[in-house]
DNA sequence: CTCCATTGGTGCGATTTCGAACTACACAGG
DNA sequence: CCTGTGTAGTTCGAAATCGCACCAATGGAG
């Protein structure tokens, strides 16, 4: 099998595709009710670029088309985990800010999640994450540069 | 940053959800209308593994609820790509089979992504991903194994 | 053989995803 | 100032995902 072989590309999709299956179920377990994987993604981001951004920043940082982010956005707005205000510098746009209890649940989430990435840790090779990281990165990158 | 650092498994994971979501639109912008992923998927592994699969064999193979794949093959069935047989060995089960229908789909979508991957093998380094995926397959493989 | 707990598959309803169409606002050119 | 083009966000409808409840067949224990 030669480097060129296209197959690498489906195979690597392949994997990474259930690797992504398997991941969200971990982190759905450690969800309160009623929460999933896109509305706790959401609350990570305007945690660390920071509160403030608008819906659509939001959908292209995901991928995902606005519709969904808005749909997103109502389940955490009822869960009161988030609130918006209009946006002063653009009358068509909203802004979007955590709320205490938003900053919360997802404090609460990621010290959950303590003890299964501790026994992931214990029992694979976290190195081999470290150095596979920075390929991620870049196909992530490319992926998105390249996606018209 | 040590290499015990549980972020490590969070970015990683961050970066495959998104690597997820944009392979899986550069395929489905190759797929006939109206088949999604999903349908791919199941083409594909009958092709790989080889026709006669049941539903529950690729609900477990896939990570999905049977009900989702009840729906999956209907799809498929609706659209001729697979026909469905009891299985003699088993009153409550069925066989899944390609139909010619479904292995040309098959493999017309394999030869619409050729161009994708050859822009792919272009400009970004085949090696790393090469290097890459063994360890991605070891993840893959524990995450399935621990997963209760 | 008769239970009966288990397994494969479907039907149904709630939620999610997402494209198409629409409204409201922004901004640049005449 | 108008007017046209583009962008942010919502509504709506179709399709997908998935948990729950259900039915039919299986296969072991007694």
Redesign the pocket.
Known sequence: MRDSDPSVFFEVFNEIGIIE?LS?AILEARLPD??????FGVLNHLTRVSDGR??????RAFQ????????????LEQHGLVK?RP?P????????WLTDKGRDVRAETIAGLGPDFAKLAEEFDVNQLVEIRPVLTALREYLDAARD
Chains 1, 2 share one sequence.
């Open positions: 299956q969200r009623g929460l999933i994987a896109p509305h608008t819906p659509m920043e939001m959908a995902v088309p606005k519709t969904t982010m808005t749909h997103t956005l109502k389940g918006t946006n510098d653009d009358g068509r746009s909203k802004r979007v």
